[in-house]
T-cell receptor, first 112, second 112 residues
Framework: GESVGLHLPTLSVQEGDNSIINCAYS??????FIWYKQESGKGPQFIID?????DKRQGQRVTVLLNKTVKHLSLQIAATQPGDSAVYFC???????????FGTGTSLTVIP | DAGITQSPRHKVTETGTPVTLRCHQT?????MYWYRQDPGHGLRLIHY???????DKGEVSDGYSVSRSKTEDFLLTLESATSSQTSVYFC???????????FGDGTRLSIL
């Protein structure tokens, strides 16, 4: 079956530092990837996505990197703020019925 | 925020009782999904719908049924609730293809 995992379950960073959250995936046919942010008591919130024909994509303070060779995805958050504290998930799909597979998440804590 | 409303937001019920959760969208999206979220697991797909009256099973569909009689509504039913179905349930919507899923804020269901 699908396997989407994260290297670290928790991450603590100082406010203002950059954060890097990693994700490994196992399905080489996956062609679309998403990062979500989930705050306590809320649903996952879309942050940024990337398609397999790209290696890098940038948003506002966030960058996603995709390394298809080693099936690895990362989310970089620049100048991390207290409001970035949340659980971050990666998700992948091989576009089979638009079904996504989600990792278990990394809990990011920003230290003021 | 994507126009997704889940109801109820919280529910406590007893083993053996039927339970129906509702997801309502105002985005006219074709795809709708039901997930459950449990500690130590990523979001796991229960059922999904790819159109009115068109549904399919996900990886954890046992004990659950769904219905979609209108584009905007997707119902999840637990015919006879069990304690193992205590969880947080999320509805998601998508336009399909390589488009992100957007989530509601969840229903916290406790079965005693």
């Amino acid at each position: 079956g699908e396997s989407v995992g994260l290297h670290l379950p928790t991450l603590s960073v100082q406010e203002g530092d950059n954060s890097i959250i990693n994700c490994a995936y196992s399905n080489s046919a996956s062609d679309y990837f998403i990062w979500y942010k989930q705050e306590s008591g809320k649903g996952p919130q879309f942050i940024i996505d990337i398609r397999s024909n790209m290696d890098k994509r940038q948003g506002q303070r966030v960058t996603v990197l995709l390394n298809k060779t080693v099936k690895h995805l990362s989310l970089q958050i620049a100048a991390t703020q207290p409001g970035d504290s949340a659980v971050y998930f990666c998700a992948e799909t091989a576009n089979t019925g638009n079904q996504f597979y989600f990792g278990t998440g990394t809990s990011l804590t920003v230290i003021p | 925020d994507a126009g997704i409303t889940q109801s109820p937001r919280h529910k406590v019920t007893e083993t053996g009782t039927p339970v129906t959760l509702r997801c309502h969208q105002t985005e006219n999206h074709r795809y709708m999904y039901w997930y459950r979220q449990d500690p130590g697991h990523g979001l796991r797909l229960i059922h999904y719908s790819y159109g009115v009256k068109d549904t399919d099973k996900g990886e954890v569909s046992d004990g659950y049924s769904v219905s979609r009689s209108k584009t905007e509504d997707f119902l999840l039913t637990l015919e006879s609730a069990t304690s193992s179905q205590t969880s947080v349930y999320f509805c998601a919507i998508s336009g399909g293809g390589s488009q992100p899923q957007h989530f509601g804020d969840g229903t916290r269901l406790s079965i005693l």
